[in-house]
């Protein structure tokens, strides 16, 4: 059996995801600790206990997931399961950092202070009220994409998240986005609806976020991966931290090519996916991509105990 260890994005976020983990394993309490203090905020007090506006913005949620992902992760080594079971691990948008912290590219520290600066940029990037998301169901990518084009109209609309077969994300530009809407259903679309999102992620729009994320990875040092990170940009693997650095800037303006990431990893003979940490909605994505290819969620010390006992088999 091939694993892959995939890791959550922005939307997965609930209060009190993790602390079931932090209170049954002293290595995933100890993750919060350490992202407490890098980012000099009571952090894990706000995704315990905190109101869930406050946790959803974007500067707050991407740090929390990591956290909540990583603890899960170190919940796993403490039942003997490292992450050498994974032949692969890749995470949607924001999971991506969880990914390469996981495979130690990056230390936990530097990747909570990454996400709270992209989180941050990437909410500055575009005035409130000016970007949208949508997302189209029951269309393909190249359909939306010229969806996306007819709609942009001289503005922004872009396909930004290429989920699964039946789910694509378009982000740009709020009165190109609603075009998008119109068009997409006239193009036969089951549903098209605006997300309760508070910025248009994954598009030109986020240039000045990449140039802020370009800064700031300058300056953060960047290990081999111990397992290949499959980039959202290039929905292949990469293990060069340079190559790493450079992708991840560009993944703040290009798509997520979620899609063909867990059929390359499939191709390459993966037959089973851990969603690592807070919800189950990569799994679902999963199973609408590849119907052979196994998920499991590990983001409870159930799950953790579950899945160290089907390696130990």
């Known amino acids: 059996m091939s694993r892959a260890f995939v890791f959550p994005g922005q939307g997965a976020q609930t209060i009190g995801m993790g602390k079931a983990l932090a209170d049954a394993y002293p290595q995933a309490q100890a993750v919060f600790d350490e992202v407490d203090e890098a980012l000099g905020q009571d952090l894990s007090g706000l ?3 905190g109101d869930i506006e406050t946790l959803t913005l974007t500067e707050n949620a991407q740090p929390a997931l990591m956290a909540t992902s990583l603890a899960a992760l170190r919940a796993l080594q403490a039942e003997g399961v490292g992450i050498e079971v ?3 691990v890749a995470g949607h948008s924001l999971g991506e950092y969880s990914a390469l912290a996981a495979a130690g590219a990056l230390s936990v520290a530097d990747t909570a202070r990454l996400l709270r600066i992209r989180g941050r940029a990437m909410q500055q990037a575009v005035p409130v009220g000016r970007g949208a998301m949508a997302a189209i169901l029951g269309l393909d990518l190249v359909t939306v994409q010229e969806v996306a084009a007819e709609a942009a109209q001289g503005g922004v609309c872009a396909a930004a998240n290429d989920n699964d077969p039946a789910q694509v994300v378009v982000s740009g530009d709020k009165a ?6 119109g068009i997409a259903k006239g193009r036969g679309a089951k549903r098209a609806i605006l997300l ?12 000045p976020a990449a140039d802020a994320m370009a800064e700031a990875l300058a300056q953060v040092h960047i290990e081999p991966p111990r397992v290949p990170v499959v980039a959202n940009v290039r929905a292949a693997a990469v293990t060069d931290p340079q190559g790493i650095r450079e992708l991840l ?6 798509s997520v090519r979620w899609r063909e990431s867990v059929l390359w990893m499939a191709a390459q003979g993966v037959d089973e996916m851990w969603e690592i940490g807070a919800g189950k909605a990569l799994s679902g994505m999963v199973r609408r991509i590849d119907k052979s290819v196994a998920t499991r969620a590990v983001g ?6 579950d899945a160290a006992e089907s390696v130990r088999g």
Do not use: Y
């Open 47 to 49: 995704i315990w206990e």
């Open 86 to 88: 994974a032949s692969f």
């Open 176 to 181: 190109a986005v609603e075009r998008a809407i």
């Open 196 to 207: 309760p999102v508070s910025a248009p992620f994954h598009c030109a729009l986020m240039g």
């Open 249 to 254: 800037v560009e993944q703040v303006t290009h």
């Open 300 to 305: 409870t010390p159930e799950d953790v105990k």
